[in-house]
């Protein structure tokens, strides 16, 4: 019989009084299963990225080869961990990601999405995440320089680390999501790094903050000199027509980062001027488990890394 039916019947209000017992031991059984999952879920939900170790806890140590610690630049927070895909490399090389985390520009490290990395090389995906220098040790513009080496970094090594120089994407999520909208849409960034937005494959925002302006967040205000912000520093005000491939995506009733303002003005903005971009919002996540999804425990709240690597996987591999 059909999982789904035998669970339909198990369920019915029809059913037999000498069945009830089997009912209770099938609802205790799948539910003690259950109560790490949702012990997790709740973890992540209430205390967000602080829940990132639950994650990497439960996370596989297989499928992907980590070299920790690769320097991009010569300060001590300018440091990455590559993840390599242990699956047959493709003749051009596996596309590559280069990740950057959130927590409003004062908090983060590399060491605590793990789970983000496995999610991606296990899966055919070059990914690199990468730390950048926080406030109150640098404010506004500093992290982005350092993001924007990170990327330099990614695009210069791609070859040497196995991966395809033409499949080369950023991708963030929050405030690391800021950082990547600002490396893809404004040239200033990676030009210092010599490089530019036109070398990459496409961009990846989850949950970003877009177009923040007055800041409600009390950490992020000394991060941009609150009330004081400097200028050109929204990525709202960069949308071109030759702005790379976007994937925008947040959770339908974020509270931290408004979705309509951030991430779908900025896809309507995009769109207006010619760029392909892929929006998608998620009913049953929250900002948090908006990166949080892709672990396998929060997989089932949102397929924000199904939707990922579909995106990604539309770019052909270079010839």
């Known amino acids: 019989m059909p999982k789904r039916r035998h669970w339909e019947n198990l369920l019915s209000a029809r059913l037999p009084t000498k069945d009830k017992p089997l009912l209770r031991h099938a609802v205790f059984r799948h539910a003690t299963r259950l109560l790490p999952l949702l012990a997790i879920v ?3 939900y209430l205390t967000g990225c602080s829940a990132t170790g639950v994650l990497n806890a439960v996370t596989s140590s297989s499928g992907y080869v980590l070299k920790a610690d690769v320097a991009y630049g010569l300060r001590p927070r300018q440091r990455l961990d590559i993840y390599t895909p242990i699956s047959a490399r493709p003749a051009t090389g596996w596309p590559i990601v280069v990740f950057f985390y959130g927590g409003s520009w004062n908090t983060g490290a590399r060491s605590q999405y793990r789970f983000v990395g496995e999610a991606l090389a296990s899966r055919g995906v070059l ?9 109150p040790e640098v404010r506004y513009p500093d992290f982005l320089s350092d993001s924007a080496q990170a990327l330099a970094y990614g695009l210069d090594e791609a070859a040497n680390l196995g991966g395809d120089p033409k499949r080369v994407f950023v991708m963030g999520h929050s405030a690391g999501a800021y950082n990547a909208a600002m490396l893809a849409l404004d040239a200033r960034w990676l030009k210092e790094a010599r490089h530019g937005p036109n070398e990459l494959a496409g961009w990846i925002g ?4 877009y177009d923040f302006y007055p800041i409600t967040n009390q950490d992020a205000k000394p991060v941009f000199f609150h009330p004081n912000y400097p200028a050109n520093s929204q ?8 702005a790379p491939r976007t ?3 947040a959770a339908h009733q974020d509270k931290v980062v408004n979705p309509q303002r951030n991430a779908v003005q900025l896809a309507h903005s995009l769109e207006a001027v010619g760029v392909p971009v892929t929006l998608k919002l998620y009913r049953y996540a929250s900002h948090t488990t908006m990166i949080g999804a892709f672990a396998w425990p929060l997989r089932l709240i949102a397929p924000v890394l199904a939707d990922v690597l579909a995106f990604i996987e539309a770019t052909p591999p270079s010839r």
Do not use: E, K, S
Not at 206 to 209: E, F, S
């Open 127 to 135: 990914t690199l995440v990468a730390d950048y220098r926080l406030h």
């Open 206 to 209: 989850l949950a970003g903050p």
């Open 247 to 249: 994937f925008l995506a």
């Open 235 to 242: 990525p709202i005000g960069f949308t071109r027509p030759d």
């Open 42 to 44: 709740m973890a992540f």
